[in-house]
């Protein structure tokens, strides 16, 4: 096989959406902050006329490898049963090439590689910048691109576009995004604590969309809940905040929040950060509690500096 050597390079940052799990799905403002890790995506042209696919994870292990037809692509073949992440890589380059036909229409192919700079399993946003990064590429709409493929709010593709702590809207399903400042005091009292369980946020949200009854007054509440946590300076405050937040997604959810299922007895505030149940959950503490988490089990403990695009 004979590479070409004019590679294109894009890159696009991981997600953490600290307010409005959920409720953004119904029109709430909710905070969203881009993380300093993302995913890199390298594009080479190639003699032969097919797609030669490789991801590498932050260890730069092979994850995921593949070959595509440019048939495979446009008539959307279904890979389903031999292969769901192949499956849905079609998905997305199919609706890509919906957006842009031209892509497909290259007398050459391409030699695409993914390159994660966060472990795969964190679930900041291994989906959202692999296709904002094909849109990049591609030159056509990302947000576009994941309500047809992948689905979901589309907080992450603003996260992924955006340097700076965001506020995110739906309105009329149009994606509003405002770029705020966010670094209180206290963000010296934010950690970052991975649950080791990565969740499937399709499934997450479509048990959410069950749960549809006596949301407008929720909604109403978590976009106040953004908008005081963005303004406030205070720790206690924030606390205070977060806990609320908190207690509404539980009721919502009707399930548990994550520090009455798994720490009951730590002094500080937890709070669920996406999907219910896994990846990452945000901590307030006085102290670094690093050595808690740690005597509990849990390894990949993340201050907001380290965290943080800022």
């Excluded at 963000?187 to 990565?198: A, G, H, M, R």
């Excluded at 969309?209 to 300076?233: G, H, V, Y």
């Amino acid at each position: 096989m004979t590479y070409m050597v004019n590679k294109k390079t894009f890159y696009s940052n991981g997600k953490l959406l600290i307010t409005g799990e959920y409720v953004v799905l119904n029109g709430a403002k909710s905070l969203a902050l881009p993380t300093k890790y993302g995913q890199n995506l390298h594009v080479s042209p190639i003699e032969e006329q097919k797609i030669v696919w490789t991801s590498f994870d932050a260890d730069e292990s092979i994850w995921f490898e593949t070959e595509l037809t440019f048939e495979d692509v446009i008539l959307k073949k279904d890979f389903e049963e031999e292969h769901p992440i192949k499956h849905t890589l079609v998905e997305i380059l199919h609706q890509a090439n919906l957006q842009n036909p031209e892509f497909l229409k290259a007398k050459k192919g391409y030699k695409i590689e993914t390159e994660l700079t966060f472990p795969r399993n964190w679930g900041l946003g291994t989906s959202s910048t692999l296709i904002n990064n094909i849109a990049q590429w591609l030159e056509i709409d990302a947000f576009e691109l994941l309500r047809k493929s992948f689905g979901g709010s589309g907080y992450d593709i603003a996260c992924a576009q955006n340097n700076t702590a965001i506020i995110y809207q739906l309105e009329n399903e149009k994606p509003i995004v405002e770029a705020v400042t966010f670094h209180p005091e206290f963000t010296k009292n934010i950690y970052f604590v991975y649950l080791n369980k990565k969740q499937n946020s399709r499934h997450a949200i479509q048990n959410y969309m069950n749960k549809q009854q006596f949301l407008e007054k929720n909604t109403a509440t978590i976009s106040k809940i953004t908008e005081k946590i963005i303004a406030t300076d205070s720790f206690n405050e924030a606390e205070d905040l977060l806990n609320h937040h908190e207690v509404i997604l539980s009721n919502i959810l009707e399930m548990q929040t994550v520090k009455e299922r798994l720490f009951n007895n730590f002094t500080g505030t937890i709070k669920s950060l996406g999907a219910w149940g896994g990846d990452f959950v945000m901590v307030l503490s006085n102290e670094n509690p690093t050595q808690y988490f740690l005597s509990n089990g849990y390894e990949t403990v993340l201050s907001y500096e380290e965290m943080i695009l800022s």
